[in-house]
């Protein structure tokens, strides 16, 4: 899972500097709302809710605010009307690129995405033209001191899908969007709390990008996609060279 870990450190700096706008906050209630809509109100009946709302609160968000939200989505408070569009399209390289969206208004939503595949070297592509190549998990990534021993005897009972080492030494407990929340409490009871947690599309194999300018590209679509109002969240399947990881995060000042 080496492209996951790189990837993961390049959308940590994103949301890093989105929060910084304020602008994550507006992601978060939106899908806290959707989520309460499609799954309920009760976030340990639905694991994406449980999902949305630990990254809420991780993000600092009041849990009056977070009440607010699900209430909407729920049928409690005010009325809602956004509809998940998930966009599929092609980066320069041919990298894959899911855009998932929550939109009042498909028309200038596809219109906007459209856009920015086109300024960047990408383009839209049609629906299937890559959803196949990700699929939906949980994923929760613990601190360094935790072994794979450690985990493996925290979530044996929660069965999850799978125990990774990270390039980084770092563990990531892989599990179904079901189980999310059972190997979640598992862990809290063994007292290891995640460094992250998210219930999210994940791509099943990776692309190597190993060419500055190439991956400089891809990171100002990237960016151009998340910064639509309309944009939840973008997920690719590039695969950044440790030589390009470290000139990025230099550039970035990590």
Not at 154 to 164: C, G, K, Q, R
Request: glycine share 8%; charged share 30%; no cysteine.
């Amino acid at each position: 899972m080496a492209g996951h870990s790189k990837w993961a450190n390049i959308k940590h700096r994103k949301a890093a500097q989105d929060a910084k706008r304020g602008k994550v906050f507006t992601k978060l209630i939106r899908e806290l709302t959707v989520a309460a809509r499609q799954g309920g109100g009760e976030p340990a009946d639905n694991p994406r809710l449980r999902a949305a709302v630990d990254k809420a609160l991780a993000s600092n968000m009041t849990k009056e605010t977070i009440q607010r939200a699900i209430d909407r989505g729920a049928g409690t408070g005010d009325d809602v009307d956004m509809d998940e569009v998930v966009y599929e399209g092609y980066g320069p390289d041919g990298v894959a690129i899911l855009v998932e969206t929550m939109t009042d208004n498909r028309n200038r939503t596809v219109s906007e995405v459209r856009h920015a595949f086109s300024k960047h070297g990408g383009n839209l592509g049609t629906s299937g033209s890559v959803a196949f190549m990700f699929h939906r998990q949980g994923r929760l990534t613990l601190p360094a001191e935790i072994s794979e021993e450690d985990a493996m005897e925290a979530t044996l009972e929660a069965e999850p899908e799978n125990i990774e080492i990270l390039e980084d030494g770092r563990i990531e407990v892989v599990t179904t969007v079901e189980g999310f929340g059972a190997v979640k409490d598992a862990l809290n009871v063994a007292g290891i709390i995640p460094e992250a947690s998210e219930v999210g599309l994940f791509p099943e194999t990776y692309t190597l990008i190993d060419d500055r300018e190439l991956s400089q590209r891809l990171i100002a679509l990237v960016d151009h996609l998340d910064d639509l109002d309309d944009v939840q969240n973008v997920v690719t399947n590039a695969d950044f060279s440790d030589a390009i990881v470290e000139t990025m995060n230099s550039e970035a000042g990590a």
